[in-house]
């Protein structure tokens, strides 16, 4: 079935160049000496970057917007206590499958995926059969997916009661636990199915359906709470996290089945046209050949799933190592968590939105072009955090009484959380580099230990340093021992991250200075301010953020202004468009491009201007 030049009515049409589907054109050929790309320039990668960075950030903070929403139901209704502390434990299995299924490990493996098939069907190469190889990995993946993600809930739902012993030996209710364990194991199935859609959706620049999925989870799990709260108690949240994970997948459904529907299938090859069938070029960049019928190299998805499940690990450890301390505790570490993930969140967004266009770059063999755009979102999402990080030290009591203090959750909870922020907030920084730099080295569609092995380290510097603290420092040692091992991960995939994208790592890590001596002139600044504001901080903190937060801004922006002036290196990189040969100078007929150069020796059948035609819609 032929695509449509535009979108069918109902399709998102946020769509950045290099997207699945076009077609050749016989007369889009140009001649030899002038650059596909400088003859007929297609839209600006960056423009439509943008609009597809503000679509998600738009759905993506009301996404956030009514997880607090969700945190703030739960602290009202339940507090922080016993109840709590079990359903966090339950908590647990859809924070993994999160990772694991959504945002990292599913993600990293399909998104490459649907990026090599998509440049496959391009270049107008065909599937094993004479399919089109998009349609072909979909019946090839999500069916084994489904029936393995079924499976391991069925197993997770039998041995729920092994698991909280596991988890948290010292818990107050371990009966709640299992139940609501039992209830949000369901989540394996749907995030799985959730973070499939997105990876496919997000493979072909559509961006609107994936950034509501967590806009419709928790709205399933905020209406739970209010239906069923007062009937179920705190089960009723894991009730929510059953429901929820279904409306994901509904919200993502029927546009991936619209896109697969009118999706341009390969042309059938003519008798010595040249033409690859996906049996013949379907070899991993690693050279082993995948399994049969299963078209994602196994190394590579058991890479990504071990790193996305070392990286949850951190959650793992921190909670075994609360369960022994006063109940609330858990509670506590996880309200800090989640006023502290939002500078984060808002920091990783870009690179939700450019992963896709790194691995189309890479499969297309652009290395300069994706590391550009890498080390530019490596500095914008560090300045974004460490804003965030800023406000966040200076200004946590305010922040933690206007969010949550209310109903069940004191004063004194206030106090706890306030205290734990503070701490969390030194590895936020950490945080966002492994979730930018972690796509870099997956981008290139083959395995990677390095990350798994620097994950672990991490992880292990964890466990080790807050079995240490717990005891002299309690939850504030945890919070510690979690900032000290990400930010050893951090250190060690930036130092490593020269093979898939060759990153400067040096010209990175002197410009983080910049905006790291921001950070910590604004948190001062805050804190310094703080006294200045009297008791207006602890009986209006509305008022006091609207002063404070203006404030830290201002100094963060002047500092790290001042200190890009003074001598540290600016990655101020001019982008070329990432999928596609950037633009050369016209030459003489007698002097061939670097593309053309390039086309001969690697590609004598597939025409570079048929290239860009395919690219654009």
């Avoid at 933690?400 to 907030?425: I, N, P, S």
């Avoid at 301010?529 to 901080?537: E, F, S």
Wanted: glycine share 10%; proline share 7%.
């Amino acid at each position: 079935m032929t695509a449509p030049a535009t979108p069918p009515p109902g399709t998102e049409s946020t769509e950045i160049p290099g997207a699945a589907t076009g077609s050749h054109s016989p007369n889009s050929r140009t001649s030899e000496g002038t650059s596909p790309a400088a003859a007929s320039p297609p839209p600006s990668v960056n423009r439509l970057l943008a609009r597809a960075a503000l679509l998600t950030a738009v759905f993506s903070a009301a996404g956030s917007l009514l997880g607090l929403v969700r945190d703030q139901t739960l602290a009202q209704l339940f507090g922080a206590g016993p109840g709590t502390d079990a359903f966090l434990v339950a908590w647990t299995v859809p924070e993994l499958a999160s990772t694991l299924l959504i945002e990292e490990g599913l993600a990293f493996a399909m998104v490459p995926a649907f990026s090599v098939a998509l440049s496959r069907r391009a270049r107008g190469e065909r599937a094993a059969g004479g399919g089109d190889p998009v349609r072909a990995l979909v019946a090839a993946s999500l069916p084994r997916l489904a029936l393995w993600l079924t499976g391991a809930g069925a197993l997770l739902i039998a041995t729920a009661p092994l698991l909280v012993d596991l988890l948290a030996p010292g818990l107050d209710d371990p009966g709640l636990a299992v139940d609501c364990t039992r209830l949000t194991a369901t989540s394996l199935l749907s995030f799985g199915l959730t973070g499939y859609c997105s990876a496919a959706l997000r493979a072909h620049r559509s961006f609107l359906a994936p950034a509501t999925i967590y806009v419709a989870y928790n709205t399933g799990i905020i209406t739970a709470l209010f239906v069923c709260g007062g009937r179920w108690g705190v089960a009723s949240a894991a009730v929510g996290v059953a429901v929820g994970g279904c409306l994901m997948v509904a919200v993502q459904a029927p546009s991936l089945w619209r896109r697969l529907r009118t999706g341009e299938a390969a042309p059938p090859a003519a008798p010595g046209s040249g033409a690859q069938t996906a049996e013949e070029t379907s070899v991993p960049p690693n050279g082993a050949r995948r399994g049969a019928g299963w078209p994602v190299d196994g190394g590579l998805l058991l890479t990504v799933l071990l790193f996305a499940a070392v990286r949850q690990s951190q959650v793992f450890i921190e909670r075994f190592l609360a369960s022994g301390l006063p109940a609330g505790a858990i509670s506590h570490l996880n309200y800090a968590q989640k006023i502290c993930q939002l500078p984060m969140v808002l920091s990783l967004m870009l690179c939700t939105v450019t992963f896709p266009v790194v691995a189309r770059a890479v499969a297309d063999g652009d290395t300069e072009a994706a590391r550009d755009r890498v080390e530019r979102d490596l500095l914008l999402a560090a300045s974004v955090v460490l804003l965030g990080a800023a406000a966040v030290v200076a200004s946590a009591p305010q922040l933690v009484q206007l969010l949550f203090q209310r109903g069940a959750f004191t004063a004194a909870d206030t106090l706890a959380t306030a205290g734990v922020m503070r701490v969390y907030a030194a590895g936020l920084l950490g945080h966002t580099l492994v979730g930018a730099l972690i796509r870099a080295y997956f981008s290139g569609n083959r395995r990677a230990w390095y990350p798994v092995a620097a994950m672990a380290a991490g992880a292990a510097a964890t466990g080790l340093l807050g079995a240490l603290a717990v005891g002299p420092f309690g939850v504030r040692g945890i919070a510690a021992a979690n900032a000290a091992g990400i930010t050893l991960t951090a250190a060690l995939l930036l130092y490593g991250c020269t093979r898939t994208v060759p990153l400067r790592t040096g010209r990175v890590a002197a410009a983080l200075l910049c905006p790291l001596g921001g950070a910590v002139a604004a948190a001062a600044a805050g804190l310094a301010a703080a006294p200045l504001l009297g008791t207006l901080g602890a009986t209006a903190p509305a008022a006091a953020l609207a002063l404070q937060l203006p404030l830290i801004a201002l100094v963060f922006a002047a500092v790290t202004c001042l200190l890009g002036r003074r001598g540290f290196p600016a990655l101020s990189v001019r982008l070329p468009r990432l999928g596609r040969p950037a633009p050369h100078p016209a030459r003489t007929a007698d002097e061939p491009t670097a593309t053309a150069t390039a086309t001969k020796d690697t590609d004598t059948d597939t025409d570079p201007a048929d290239r860009k035609s395919a690219d654009v819609r």
